[in-house]
């Protein structure tokens, strides 16, 4: 599964059926695990966001995300979240992909998750611009040791370059 195919999702309490509100992001720690999920409704001048942490966390699937009840939902301070993936100054979607050795790959587009690995992340979606997306496709990348998220870019090890595959469209089906 994909970040992007997160985004939107609606989440539903267990215990009362209830909608809870959508998934606007998602949070990402520094070792690259899924810490939560940001639901919608964060205003631009808000110092904090609703959010379910990823152990709070019943199920999720193609249509919805399940947690146990709505004691799940927490204010988290803006500090307190070390990075997401579409929103806010740590965002990883469009941060450059350089090799240590100084060769750009592209710019990261999506985050990749298995379901069956509970948070974590599999690799990343990379494009190399519009025009190569349609002559070639976009890119993935398998997260590996020394892998690393930057104020700037993803850094990954000098091989990496041949280690890029072709987009997987979906990890769990």
Do not use: C
Not at 66 to 77: D, E, G, L, S
Not at 86 to 97: A, E, I, Q, R, T
């Amino acid at each position: 599964m994909k970040f992007q195919e997160l985004i939107g999702l609606a989440v539903f309490d267990v215990e009362e059926g209830k909608r809870i509100g959508k998934i606007s992001d998602v949070w990402v720690s520094g070792d690259w695990k899924i810490q939560a999920l940001e639901l919608e409704g964060r205003s631009l001048f808000s110092g904090s966001a609703k959010s379910v942490s990823w152990e709070d966390i019943v199920a999720y699937g193609e249509d919805a995300v399940m947690i146990r009840n709505q004691q799940a939902v927490r204010k988290t301070k803006a500090d307190d979240i070390q990075y997401t993936y579409l929103m806010g100054k740590n965002k990883l979607k469009d941060l450059n992909v350089l090799t240590e050795d100084g060769v750009l790959l592209g710019k990261a587009t999506d985050v990749y998750f298995d379901q069956e690995m509970g948070n974590t992340i599999l690799g990343l979606e990379i494009s190399d611009g519009f025009v190569s997306d349609l002559l070639e496709g976009r890119k993935w990348l398998q997260l590996a040791e020394g892998m690393s998220i930057g104020k700037n870019a993803i850094m990954v090890p000098p091989m990496s370059e041949e280690r890029l595959g072709k987009t997987i469209h979906s990890v769990n089906g």
